[in-house]
């Protein structure tokens, strides 16, 4: 049964670009979130989808969006990146109705 | 963003050690989470608390649900080399689809 994956695994991007990161859910999850996590620094929450709907949002600017599939993949996008938007980025994918949330081993992005 | 205390940063110890780290929160939380990453992985879940008081093991590691519901600990006893890697606590404060929100990080060090 495979987990959380996503791709591409390593991505470098120049200042100002636009990228997409891609996630597809453990099998029998629902709902999809996503975390940025800088070097040294513990997962900060980005935004989870449930219903190919954004739920809820941390404390991150619209230059992140993201959407939700039917088959409940999800993609996220960054506009104008920064080099501050360098950082392992993780899919975390769950069952609705439970707490305990797998996580994907990443994607890391470096702004340049 | 909002991030749990965790505590210590780092630990180095030797192999059969037994190890104690902790995790603080100005507020109330409802479920306590004690996540392992390994380098290039992302974070896997060791244990889920969902109670206050609830002491909960998952093999050589023991943790608690503090009982004013701001603070958890986990413990490992007899420290393998495996153990080595970041441990992250996490936390809802809310209901089932809530962000978590991480702590920085505990990174431990075993010798043999």
């Known amino acids: 049964d495979a987990g959380v994956t996503q791709s591409p695994t390593h991505l470098i991007k120049t200042r100002g670009q636009q990228v997409t990161l891609r996630c597809s859910p453990k099998?029998?999850?629902?709902?999809v979130s996503w975390y940025q996590q800088a070097l040294g620094q513990g997962p900060q929450f980005i935004f989870q989808?449930?219903?190919?709907?954004?739920?809820q949002r941390g404390n991150f600017p619209d230059r992140f969006s993201g959407h939700q599939f039917p088959n409940y993949s999800s993609e996220l996008n960054v506009n104008a990146l920064l080099l501050g938007d360098s950082a392992l980025y993780l899919c975390?994918?769950?069952?609705?109705?439970?707490?305990?949330?797998?996580f994907g081993s990443g994607t890391r992005l470096t702004v340049v | 963003g909002q991030q749990l205390n965790q505590s210590p940063q780092s630990m180095f110890i030797q192999e059969g050690e037994d190890v104690s780290m902790n995790c603080t929160s100005s507020?109330?939380?409802?479920?306590w989470l004690w996540y392992k990453q390994d380098p290039g992985e992302g974070p896997v879940l060791l244990i889920a608390?969902?109670?206050?008081?609830e002491l909960t093991s998952n093999g050589r590691l023991t943790a608690q649900f503090g009982i004013t519901r701001k603070d958890s600990f986990l413990n490992i006893s007899a420290s393998i080399p495996s153990d080595v890697g970041i441990y992250f606590c996490?936390?809802?404060?809310?209901?089932?689809?809530?962000?978590?929100?991480f702590g920085k990080g505990t990174t431990l060090s075993v010798s043999s």
């Open positions: 975390a994918s769950r069952d609705w109705a439970n707490y305990g949330y797998t």
């Open positions: 099998s029998g999850h629902d709902t």
């Open positions: 989808y449930y219903e190919e709907e954004e739920r």
């Open positions: 507020s109330i939380f409802n479920t």
């Open positions: 608390l969902y109670k206050a008081g």
């Open positions: 996490a936390g809802h404060a809310g209901q089932a689809g809530t962000a978590l929100i």
